[in-house]
């Protein structure tokens, strides 16, 4: 039985705004969470517990005056956080966050879009993202912005590899490259994070470099760069990036925990709020990361992604194929 | 599948958007004269040729061109550009000269020779729909092709892929040595020479 065109679209419309509502909290979830960390308290003054801020924030953002350098070029200038942001919104579509519900005779399923190459249409989308990043560097005409843009551009492009490489595994044990059908396998057998726990480690490391997290936010280090990309962005523009920084690590966080920690799968039939706590753990262990190490030096990055991760990642594959091979 | 089983008036909007971007993009490619641009056109291309890829069932082309060519490879191309092309320049500058009006023929030639060809061979099976089955297009359909059919080609390509990564290594390499001696042993003694001169 397939969905109804209307659930769809009434579907497709709760999860934008559930991922847009989730991104807000994320940011004072990551502010509170550091401030503890940190010893002292984030944001608590607009609102109980500061539960007010994101809304003031983007109050403040939206009505900031979005200026532009005047050496910039115009149509690529505005463009590029729109391309970032519409990819980052784009690509959750495909994730699974529940096994899909018989409600009065209609069927809804557990995704906005249930796509035979759900996974490789994530990368998809992840890769045209980057050009957001580069367009907008090179319109803003800084030496900052173009500076940032090199990095991004590196760093993205030699951590993608690692990243695409790393699933290999579990697109071998799940036999598909459907996202629902990799779920659905994994309750049969077994989460995949016990046969596939290198694969794991080093989605989740190049995980972190293809978001621009800490250890590995090189194109915005701020004692050298200013802000990288976007340093003469300003107002919702400077905030359509960091929007797409945000959900792109949300939609990370929600491929780590369908393609390894078997996504809504789990005791007592809860679907959703299994999917939704499993990508609450792997979002802190993000934020704990960035308040626990220091940044990477460029060549260290470069040795790292080059010389361990694909590496590593190739083998795993292979080891990983041979297996299947010889008892599948 | 999923285009095929969407309805007719829907499939033959999208395919006429889709063709109209493929066709402008290319000319736009040909006619900018900031190649940011130009690249910038090329990646509309590569997309708007993935749409064309769905409509006929290849789902896993179409993801595999955006990724491979407009996600790597065109990536790399901006990244040179922005690195030493141009960057004030406008988007349009230039009239027809005799190149267009060559390229221009040429593409009217390649064009009749493309009708002609697939009119002869196909007959009268352009005017009703195909048959097609659920394997087609699938992940493991093209990975059985390229292990038996295909197989001499696979292997081919990937030695010239091969030669040429083992070229850029050799190329790299051996600019860095010529540019700054034996510089991982001297980066260290040389740094504290300079952090004497400043004291």
């Known amino acids: ?12 419309f709760l999860i934008v705004n559930l991922l847009l509502g989730l991104f807000a909290y994320l940011t004072l979830v990551e502010r ?88 490789l249409l994530v990368f998809a989308l992840g890769s045209l993202g980057i050009y957001g990043f580069i367009v907008g560097g090179w319109a803003s005409e800084s030496k900052f912005s173009i500076l940032g843009t090199m990095r991004t551009c590196a760093q993205l492009v030699s951590y993608e590899v690692s990243l695409a490489l790393s699933v290999l595994g579990v697109v071998l044990l799940g ?47 701020e004692q050298e760069l200013v802000a990288g990309y976007h340093t003469e962005y300003s107002g919702m523009r400077w905030g359509l990036f960091q929007m797409a920084e945000y959900i792109n690590m949300i939609t990370l966080s929600g491929l780590m925990v369908t393609l390894f ?66 008892f599948g | 599948m999923l285009a095929i089983s969407a309805g007719g008036g829907l499939v033959w909007a999208v395919w006429a958007i889709a063709a109209f971007a493929c066709l402008a993009s290319s000319v736009a490619v040909v006619s900018f004269a900031n190649p940011f641009y130009s690249a910038l056109a090329l990646i509309g291309n590569l997309g708007s040729l993935a749409v064309m890829y769905l409509l006929v069932s290849a789902e896993f082309v179409a993801a595999a061109q955006v990724l491979v ?19 004030r320049e406008a988007p349009w500058a230039g009239g027809p000269s005799w190149q267009t009006l060559g390229a221009v023929l040429a593409a009217g030639a390649l064009l009749v020779e493309i009708v002609v060809a697939i009119g002869l061979s196909a007959g009268g099976r352009l005017s009703r729909s195909e048959h097609v089955n659920a394997t087609f297009g699938s992940p493991e359909w093209i990975g059985r092709l390229f292990l038996t059919d295909h197989l001499l080609a696979f292997e081919i390509t990937s ?11 050799i190329l790299g390499s051996h600019t860095r040595r010529q540019d700054s001696g034996a510089a991982p042993q001297d980066a260290e003694p040389r740094r504290e020479r300079d952090l004497e001169a400043v004291r």
């Open chain 1, 1 to 12: 039985m397939t969905e109804p065109w209307w659930i769809s679209l009434l579907k497709a």
């Open chain 1, 32 to 119: 509170k969470v550091m401030g503890r960390m940190q010893l002292r308290y984030g944001p608590n003054r607009a609102g109980k517990f500061g539960l007010l801020q994101p809304i003031a924030d983007l109050v403040k953002l939206v009505r900031k005056e979005a200026f532009a350098p005047s050496g910039a070029i115009d149509i690529p200038y505005i463009v590029a956080p729109i391309i970032s942001a519409f990819t980052a919104i784009a690509a959750f579509s495909v994730i699974p966050w529940g096994p899909g519900w018989t409600v009065n005779g209609w069927r809804i399923d557990g995704e906005v879009a249930n796509v035979s190459i759900g996974l």
């Open chain 1, 175 to 221: 036999r598909s490259l459907n996202l629902p059908e990799i779920v659905h396998r994994q309750g049969e057998l077994l989460p995949f994070v016990a046969p596939q726990f290198v694969g794991m480690l080093v989605f989740f490391i190049a995980g972190i470099a293809e978001t621009s997290r800490a250890p590995f936010d090189l194109p915005e280090a």
């Open chain 1, 261 to 326: 920690f078997a996504g809504w799968h789990g005791p007592w039939n809860l679907g959703p709020i299994w999917f939704l706590l499993k990508m609450a753990a792997v979002l802190f262990a993000f934020i704990w990361l960035r308040t626990t190490l220091p940044r990477l030096r460029y060549d260290q990055l470069m040795r790292f992604g080059w010389k361990v991760l694909l590496p590593v990642a190739t083998i795993n594959a292979v080891v990983t194929a041979a297996l299947v091979v010889a």
């Open chain 2, 69 to 87: 060519y407009a996600g790597a490879v065109m990536v790399m191309f901006l990244f040179v550009i922005a690195y030493v092309g141009p960057r």
């Open chain 2, 159 to 169: 030695i010239v892929l091969l030669v040429a990564a083992v070229g850029g290594v």
